[in-house]
């Protein structure tokens, strides 16, 4: 079993940036594969960001550049580092930790979310 609590968010200007962080309680952290999604108001839910258990990222297309995904496995934590926010950036942030076993047993949990609002 594995808690997630996303922390950071809050409301930011146009063109500033944020870092949400995403502390993880339970067993083997590094074993798994995070997420960040998002989902804005009357959206899907979105895949923003993800960095496997090796290390290697990838994010959507309309982020790339400007967030970077991290992770501190001596503390159970991943990051979100976003810059150059924009108005349409604004949603609730999830942080999501996934991991399918040798078996293809698959785990997956969900934090609460935090809310970004970029806005002037």
């Known amino acids: 079993q594995v808690q997630l609590v996303e922390s950071g968010g809050g409301l930011v200007q146009p063109g500033g940036p944020l870092r949400l962080s995403c502390a993880a309680s339970g067993s083997i952290f590094n074993l798994y594969t995070m997420n960040w999604y998002r989902q804005a108001p009357g959206k899907r839910r979105e895949l923003v960001a993800t960095i496997t258990d090796s290390g290697s990222t990838s994010y959507v297309d309309s982020v790339k550049g400007r967030f970077t995904i991290s992770r501190d496995n001596a503390k159970n934590t991943v990051y979100l580092q976003m810059n150059s926010l924009k108005p349409e950036d604004t949603a609730v942030y999830y942080c999501?930790?996934?991991?399918?076993?040798?078996?293809?047993?698959?785990?997956?949990?969900w934090g609460q979310g935090t809310q970004v609002t970029v806005s002037s």
């Open positions: 999501n930790a996934r991991r399918i076993t040798a078996d293809y047993d698959e785990y997956s949990y």
